[in-house]
């Protein structure tokens, strides 16, 4: 049997369960528990779904965030959960989800001085050519990293939808070798990254078709057809610079854990079972 890697954005998938759930959920001790219920499910699924023969589960921690040094504004749209209640934040049921994990034998952790998405880039860019890998989240940034080894997988049930090469170019019409530049080009409002005005994901791919790179974009903008997104790439030259700089994925952070130590191995246990064994039910 081959290997397979799922590695799991964890804090991507809490926040899509703790706002996704339908309705705030107590147990009988008049806990919240939504968050919990909706991350252990919604992880038991997309492991029979994909069958792994390893599994990672990665948190972002509170931290300064180096790329803030590139552009201030990055993710400032993004609440301050320190001073929100805990019936209304995700990381109050922190802990239960890391209690859930321990109990599944899964390894998790929680990043302290980069990003969850420098541990994900590391462990695909290390791994992805010996193995095949699925990274399961819905933050578009990954798409950089598919190739013919890895894929993305966005999680919405039996909705979900594994992202390919084809899928890529179906979706863009580029590589995911161009997303950083695509991404930059266009800017990232989830992240609070503007991109160039006049350039939409359209003119976006057809630079990228035309140039190859965002580098050559802007090497050769003086040779872009439309005056006025050729004015906008060579305005915002240095901020697409920077936009670039905070999007692509290097493998540069240290990882967590070896692969070897990222062996699973299924109890074919249900959410309940789980849930009841950590005291939440």
């Given at each position: 049997m081959e290997n397979l890697l799922l590695i799991v954005d964890g804090s991507n998938l809490l926040f899509q369960m703790f706002f996704g759930m339908p309705a705030r959920i107590v147990n009988k001790q008049g806990k919240p528990i939504q968050g919990t219920l909706g991350f252990v499910g919604a992880l038991l699924k997309t492991i029979r779904k994909t069958e792994p023969t390893h599994i990672v589960v990665l948190f972002d921690g509170e931290h300064n965030n180096a790329r803030l040094k590139l552009n201030a504004?990055?993710?400032a749209n993004r609440p301050d959960y320190s001073q929100i209640p805990s019936e209304k934040n995700p990381y109050s049921q922190l802990p239960d989800v890391y209690a859930s994990l321990d109990y599944l034998g899964i390894k998790f952790a929680e990043t302290e001085i980069c990003e969850t998405d420098d541990w994900i880039a590391g462990y695909a860019l290390?791994?992805?050519?010996e193995t095949d890998i699925i990274i399961s989240s819905f933050d578009s940034d990954f798409f950089q990293l598919i190739s013919d080894r890895v894929s993305v997988l966005r999680y919405r049930g039996e909705r979900s939808v594994i992202c390919t090469l084809e899928y890529i170019k179906n979706k863009f019409g580029i590589t995911p070798s161009q997303y950083a530049d695509f991404k930059s080009l266009i800017g990232d409002n989830s992240d609070n990254i503007t991109g160039a005005d006049k350039?939409?994901?359209?003119?976006?791919?057809?630079?990228?078709?035309?140039?190859?790179?965002?580098?050559?974009?802007?090497?050769?903008?003086?040779?872009?057809?439309?005056?006025?997104?050729?004015?906008?790439?060579?305005r915002n030259t240095q901020r697409l610079r920077n936009n670039y700089k905070i999007i692509k994925l290097e493998n540069s952070a240290s990882l967590p854990f070896a692969f070897e130590q990222l062996a699973y191995h299924s109890m074919g246990l249900t959410t309940k079972e789980v849930l009841k064994a950590i005291g939440l039910t």
């Open positions: 504004d990055y993710k290390t791994y992805g050519r350039v939409g994901p359209k003119t976006a791919a057809y630079l990228l078709e035309q140039f190859g790179t965002l580098d050559n974009i802007l090497l050769n903008a003086e040779r872009i057809d439309k005056p006025s997104v050729k004015d906008s790439v060579i």
